[in-house]
Every structure is written in C-alpha cells, then in structure tokens.
C-alpha cells in the first residue's frame, strides 16, 4: 500500500528525463525544481486555501447532522424510525456520480453552480448516509443507564446529548470525519462538473495544468501531487490514536 505513495515521493524529486529512464529507482539527488515550479508556476496556495475551506465546512456539516440524526435513530424510539434509517442506508447503496445531470439541474436552479457553496452542499449530501450509518451504531451501544440517571438529577435532553453522550462517541465521530475527509479531499470529479473559475479550483482539479493531451511535466505533477496528500496525511496521523480506540471499541462490542 505505501509503494505507490514511495514512487509518487521519488518522482518528485526527479525530472522528467530521470523519470523515464528509471521509474521506481530513488532520485539521484536531491532535486528541489519540481516543488519551486509547483508554487511559483500555479496558484497552489489559492487552491490548498480552497480545498480547506471545501473539506473543513463539509465535515463540520457532515458531523453535526449527521450526529443529529444518528442520536434520534439510535436512542430515542418513535414511528418511522426504522424507515428513516433506511432512507440514510439508501445513501450508501446509490452512488451519487450516477445523479449527476438532476443534480447539474438542481444546483443550477439555486444558483449554486461554479460557487464553493454548492460543493459543500454535494460533498455534505455525499457524506451523511456513512456518517448516520456509523454513528447510529456506536450510539446504539452506549448503556441507557447513564441518560437515566442524568434524566433523574434533572438533566435536560440537550444536555444528556451534548455532556454526556457525544463525548462517549467522539471515537465514532473521528471515524466518520477519516473516512470522508480523505475522499472529499481527493475528489477530482464534482469540482471538474461543477467549478468553472480558476480562483475556486481544489487541488487536485488545479494540478491539472501540468497535464496534457500530449505532453504531461510528471515531475511537477508528482511534486503538486505529494504536497496535496501532506495536510490529510498529517491530519490522519493525529487522529490515529482516536481512530484506532474507535475501531477497536466497535470490535468489542
């Protein structure tokens, strides 16, 4: 799994020459051209400020409903319940690129196309029926007992929900957040349909100028390509501690 992630590194340090004539051999030195030309050459900077802001407000969307929704599935019992949570499974079994000319219409419609709005929007959409689908689980599985007893020290439900319960789910919450922050980040397909302006390109669609149809700098293009991967990387390795306790709790149960 990391052999591929060794190449992209060794072929960003490599020109297009060496590239060709070894392509999985380590650089021959340390060649800094490929990172200069990637942020002297694009508007990285513009496009890393953009894909944050994407990522992080899809996320924050995607947790806070998504928690929302999964704590009324999951600890309160009322009509509708069931078919509700199917209605978010349904999600996961459709995938979205198959709705992408309704969608095209829709987002057209509210005059969302070419904004950074109507992205969040998708992504957020995108990553609801996982976030539900995982966290309504965890949720199911944390003792009654403790709402209970809050209940009768006079604990309101908001409460129960924000001071007790959330804080024991945080691990479900870091997994939902990992599992659609990498392809969120990484998407190339939404922001190509549905971003026109240079200044709101993501990462990966900003990258492209380097491609062709009939010459690609690939040395650059790696180059751009690991700079792309660090944030997330660095984001997952923080979190791994909290994601490895959520994974392993699960199993527990």
């Known amino acids: 799994m990391l052999y591929p992630v060794l190449i992209m590194v060794f072929s960003a340090f490599k020109s297009n020459a060496e590239i060709y004539a070894a392509p999985f051999a380590p650089p021959t030195g340390l060649n800094l051209d490929n990172l200069a030309r990637v942020l002297g050459e694009t508007h990285f900077q513009q496009y890393l400020v953009n894909s944050v802001l994407t990522t992080g407000a899809s996320i924050a969307l995607i947790l806070v409903l998504g928690t929302m929704a ?14 509700i949570f199917m209605f978010f499974l349904a999600g996961l079994m459709v995938p979205l690129k198959l709705a992408i ?53 006079g604990a309101g439900e908001a409460r129960i929900m924000l001071q007790i319960m959330l804080p024991l789910a945080r691990p479900a919450m870091v997994i939902a957040a990992i599992h659609n922050a990498v392809p969120i980040w990484n998407d190339f397909f939404f922001p190509l349909v549905f971003v026109q302006s240079d200044r709101l390109k993501t990462l990966p669609q900003g990258l492209t100028v380097f491609m062709g149809e009939y010459n690609t700098d690939w040395g650059v293009l790696f180059a751009g390509l690991m700079l792309a991967a660090l944030p997330i990387t660095l984001l997952y390795i923080l979190l791994s501690r909290q994601f490895i306790a959520g994974l392993t709790s699960g199993a527990l149960k």
Do not use: H
Not at 70 to 83: K, S
Not at 128 to 141: N, R
């Open 70 to 83: 999964a704590y009324g599935l999951a600890r309160y019992e009322f009509r509708g319940n069931g078919a």
């Open 101 to 153: 000319i309704p969608l095209f219409i829709e987002l057209k419609a509210m005059g969302l196309i070419d904004t950074r709005l109507g992205l969040v929007a998708i992504y957020t959409a995108m990553g609801l029926p996982s976030a539900v689908f995982i966290l309504t689980g965890f949720l199911k599985a944390l003792p009654g007992e403790l709402e209970q007893s809050a209940r009768i020290d």
